[in-house]
């Protein structure tokens, strides 16, 4: 069975709705917790980012520290009306709506491991960090803004089991294409149009679906064009994305679609828009890195070792490692996130409350 305080902490947080962009709630919980450990309590401005009711809860131990641990917030999906249900060896929803054990696992191993770790007088210099918006735009951790002493961090948010860490990540570049063509009368002139629907159908069949090799995967999501059917359309939007486990080659593929797109439209006489960004950006964490051996470190004084793992998903982490600052996602167990049939391991959620513990109680060096 689990810990009645890690359960009963678990209970709380998802009693709470706090969706992306809603976090509010969530924070004044932290703020409550906080303080009744005498512990000092911030909310940074990640809301101008964002968009959303609150910034990110920032706790500062003992100053700071020079590493942080971290969890978000908001959950993908709404868990109004949650029925937990405590089944022998794990914790689900009753099927209607998600657990939300997507990140409030990660964030009850936290809250748990610091109210053990500060009445056991064992604490360490370390921050806490709780982002907002991690499930829509990771604005959370890109807008954060660390401590001058901060090196490196642990993103308690991984679905994968404990000891497992992503060591590994891909980014995602998406993008968006615009194909413009001629509106004309479908029944009296069809000659005179130009279907922006055939030059983009053309067009995304030279796409790279799926698997790419080992680290990239590409994807069309959304197509959207045209007013009626007896007008030739002008106009088709069409987004999606490449994840890549390298910034250079993840380029490359955009630039081929792109070639590839022009000369579709030129082809049928239609011109095209487009525009990309890296949402998110690929780290590698190495088994030299303070946090790997931190880590380590830890996993060592309970008899285990780090299970390295490379992810297709991106994190909190990823914004980080692009700030300069070595951090690695731990596995927390919370598996088949954001669905209806979402569960936690009770081996699992122990498992990452003791290794959040042993974070916060043990240094480095």
């Known amino acids: 069975m689990i810990d009645e305080r890690l359960r009963q902490i678990f209970e709380d947080l998802t009693s709470i709705e ?65 029925v937990r249900r405590f089944l022998q060896d794990r914790i689900t929803s009753d099927g209607t709506t998600p657990l939300g054990v997507d990140d409030r696992g990660g964030l009850s191993s936290i809250l748990y491991a610091l109210e053990k770790a500060v009445a ?23 807008f954060y803004k660390p401590d001058e002493g901060i090196r490196y961090g642990f993103i308690f948010d991984s679905y994968m089991s404990p000891p497992a860490l992503v060591s590994e990540t891909c980014g995602l570049l998406e993008f968006n294409f615009v194909f413009h063509g001629r509106s004309s009368h479908a029944g009296i002139a069809p000659e005179k149009g130009v279907s922006a629907i055939q030059a983009a159908c053309e067009a995304i069949t030279r796409f790279p679906y799926g698997k790419l090799g080992d680290k990239d995967t590409g994807n069309i999501g959304i197509i959207s064009g045209g007013t009626a059917t007896n007008v030739v359309c002008d106009q088709v939007e069409v987004s999606g994305e490449i994840r890549s486990g390298n910034l250079e080659e993840g380029q490359a593929r955009f630039s081929k679609v792109v070639k590839d797109f022009q000369e579709v439209c030129k082809k049928h006489g239609a011109t095209l828009e487009y525009s990309s960004a890296w949402d998110f950006t690929p780290y590698h964490i190495h088994p030299e890195d303070e946090p790997y051996r931190h880590f380590a470190k830890v996993l060592g004084k309970m008899g285990l070792e780090p299970v390295p793992m490379k992810s297709m998903g991106g994190s909190d982490a990823n914004a980080m490692n692009k700030k300069g600052i070595k951090t690695i996602n731990l596995g927390v167990g919370a598996q088949n996130p954001h669905g209806n049939d979402e569960f936690i391991l009770y081996e699992d959620f122990t498992r990452a409350a003791e290794i959040a513990y042993g974070l916060m109680t043990t240094t480095l060096d």
Do not use: Q, W
């Open 18 to 82: 706090a969706t992306s962009g809603n976090e509010a709630p969530v924070a004044a919980y932290i703020k409550d917790f906080a303080r009744r450990l005498s512990l000092d309590f911030e909310i940074d401005g990640a809301a101008s980012l964002s968009g959303g009711n609150s910034g990110n809860a920032i706790v500062r131990i003992k100053g700071g520290g020079n590493y942080f641990l971290a969890s978000h917030m908001d959950t993908p999906r709404s868990i109004k009306g949650l």
């Open 120 to 142: 056991d007088d064992r604490i360490k210099p370390c921050t806490l960090l709780f982002t907002v918006c991690e499930e829509t735009s990771l604005a959370g951790s890109t």
